[in-house]
């Protein structure tokens, strides 16, 4: 059965703090992993990753995939309350695409 | 077990048909959310219910109705489909402070 497991579930920083957030998968047909925040809005996309050992970045942000061990980090830097959100991971697979699983999300907390 | 379950998983249909995907949550949830994943992956909402009340409704075609016999289920029906509104279409259920979301498996709807 496909799955996506993240961890931590719940993380406390502070302001100015680095965080890494882990994502695991077992899917069928793996195509591409994809990294959404959550905030009091639709999830907004950071991150698709199709190829091990590409880092993608965004500002702060910045994630990277290994195929082989089936695990993706999404790492931020110089954390600001703003990034509190929900980070979730998710993966598509199967023959046609047709399975796209999300994980359970990192609560991430940054107080100032 | 599943938390949100979406069905079909995948749906291929002609232009100008009618038809629905069906969304169920047994997470005791009081608000349920549709959305839009486009070419680029990005998640758009289309609905929010809460207590059968749609508080959401983003400028989303009037072919687009949601319906919700109650709280633990909401329906999304199409009428006229059009070739533009093939995508992965996921249901979601959280709190209503819409601080996380907990998300079906998605379906996959190609119109042909």
């Known amino acids: 059965e496909d799955k996506v497991v993240q961890s931590p579930l719940s993380l406390v920083v502070h302001e100015g703090d680095t965080v890494t957030l882990n994502c695991s998968y077992e899917v069928t047909n793996f195509r591409s992993l994809l990294w959404y925040k959550q905030e009091k809005k639709a999830p907004t996309f950071l991150f698709m990753l199709t190829s091990s050992g590409i880092e993608k970045k965004s500002g702060r942000l910045s994630s990277i995939l290994d195929k082989k061990e089936l695990f993706s980090i999404l790492n931020i830097t110089a954390t600001q309350t703003g990034d509190s959100a929900i980070y979730l991971c998710?993966?598509?697979?199967?023959?046609?695409?047709?399975?796209?699983?999300f994980g359970p999300g990192t609560r991430l907390s940054v107080l100032p | 077990d599943t938390a949100v379950s979406q069905t079909p998983k995948y749906l291929v249909t002609q232009m100008g048909n009618d038809k629905s995907i069906k969304c169920e949550q047994n997470?005791?949830?009081?608000?349920m959310y549709w959305y839009k994943q486009d070419s680029k992956k990005f998640l758009k909402i289309m609905f929010s219910y809460n207590n059968k009340e749609l508080i959401i409704n983003e400028t989303v075609p009037n072919r687009f109705s949601p319906k919700s016999p109650d709280k633990a289920h909401l329906n999304l029906h199409i009428n006229s489909l059009e070739l533009g509104d093939s995508a992965v279409y996921f249901c979601?259920?959280?709190?209503?402070?819409?601080?996380?979301?907990?998300f079906g498996q998605g379906t996959r709807l190609t119109v042909v």
């Open positions: 997470l005791g949830h009081d608000t």
């Open positions: 979601a259920s959280g709190t209503r402070d819409r601080t996380e979301a907990f």
């Open positions: 998710a993966v598509e697979g199967g023959n046609y695409g047709q399975n796209f699983v």
